[in-house]
């Protein structure tokens, strides 16, 4: 079955950096268009990031551009999202996506506190 499996998430003080993995399982990611959401307290899930199957096209929130960076590597099954000069607002739970389905990751918590 399709498994979406995020790690890489903790408390960081702002400023400072995190990356997330997405190990997929269950089908062939080259087939796939891929992503991360996030979800705060209270707001509603947002698109952070998404590329496409061979990473060609890739799509940015505003609220990230400059910052975080999506990539993708097939022949591990994994996406990863690096989040670099870290925000206060960036506190959410960060699930990872194949836009086909859709199918959702378990969600890992990202905070960035000082």
């Known amino acids: 079955q399709v498994q979406l499996v995020e790690s890489g998430g903790g408390l960081v003080q702002p400023g400072e950096s995190l990356t997330l993995s997405c190990v997929a399982s269950?089908?062939?990611?080259?087939?796939?268009?891929m992503g991360w959401y996030r979800q705060a307290p209270g707001k509603e899930r947002e698109l952070v990031a998404d590329?496409?199957?061979?990473?060609?096209?890739?799509n940015y929130a505003d609220s990230v551009k400059g910052r975080f960076t999506i990539s993708r590597d097939n022949r591990r099954n994994t996406v990863w999202l690096q989040m670099t000069n870290l925000k206060p607002e960036d506190t959410a739970k960060y699930y990872c996506?194949?836009?086909?389905?859709?199918?959702w990751g378990q969600g890992i918590q990202v905070t960035v506190s000082s």
């Open positions: 996506y194949r836009r086909r389905g859709p199918y």
């Open positions: 269950g089908f062939d990611l080259t087939m796939h268009h």
């Open positions: 590329i496409s199957r061979n990473g060609g096209i890739i």
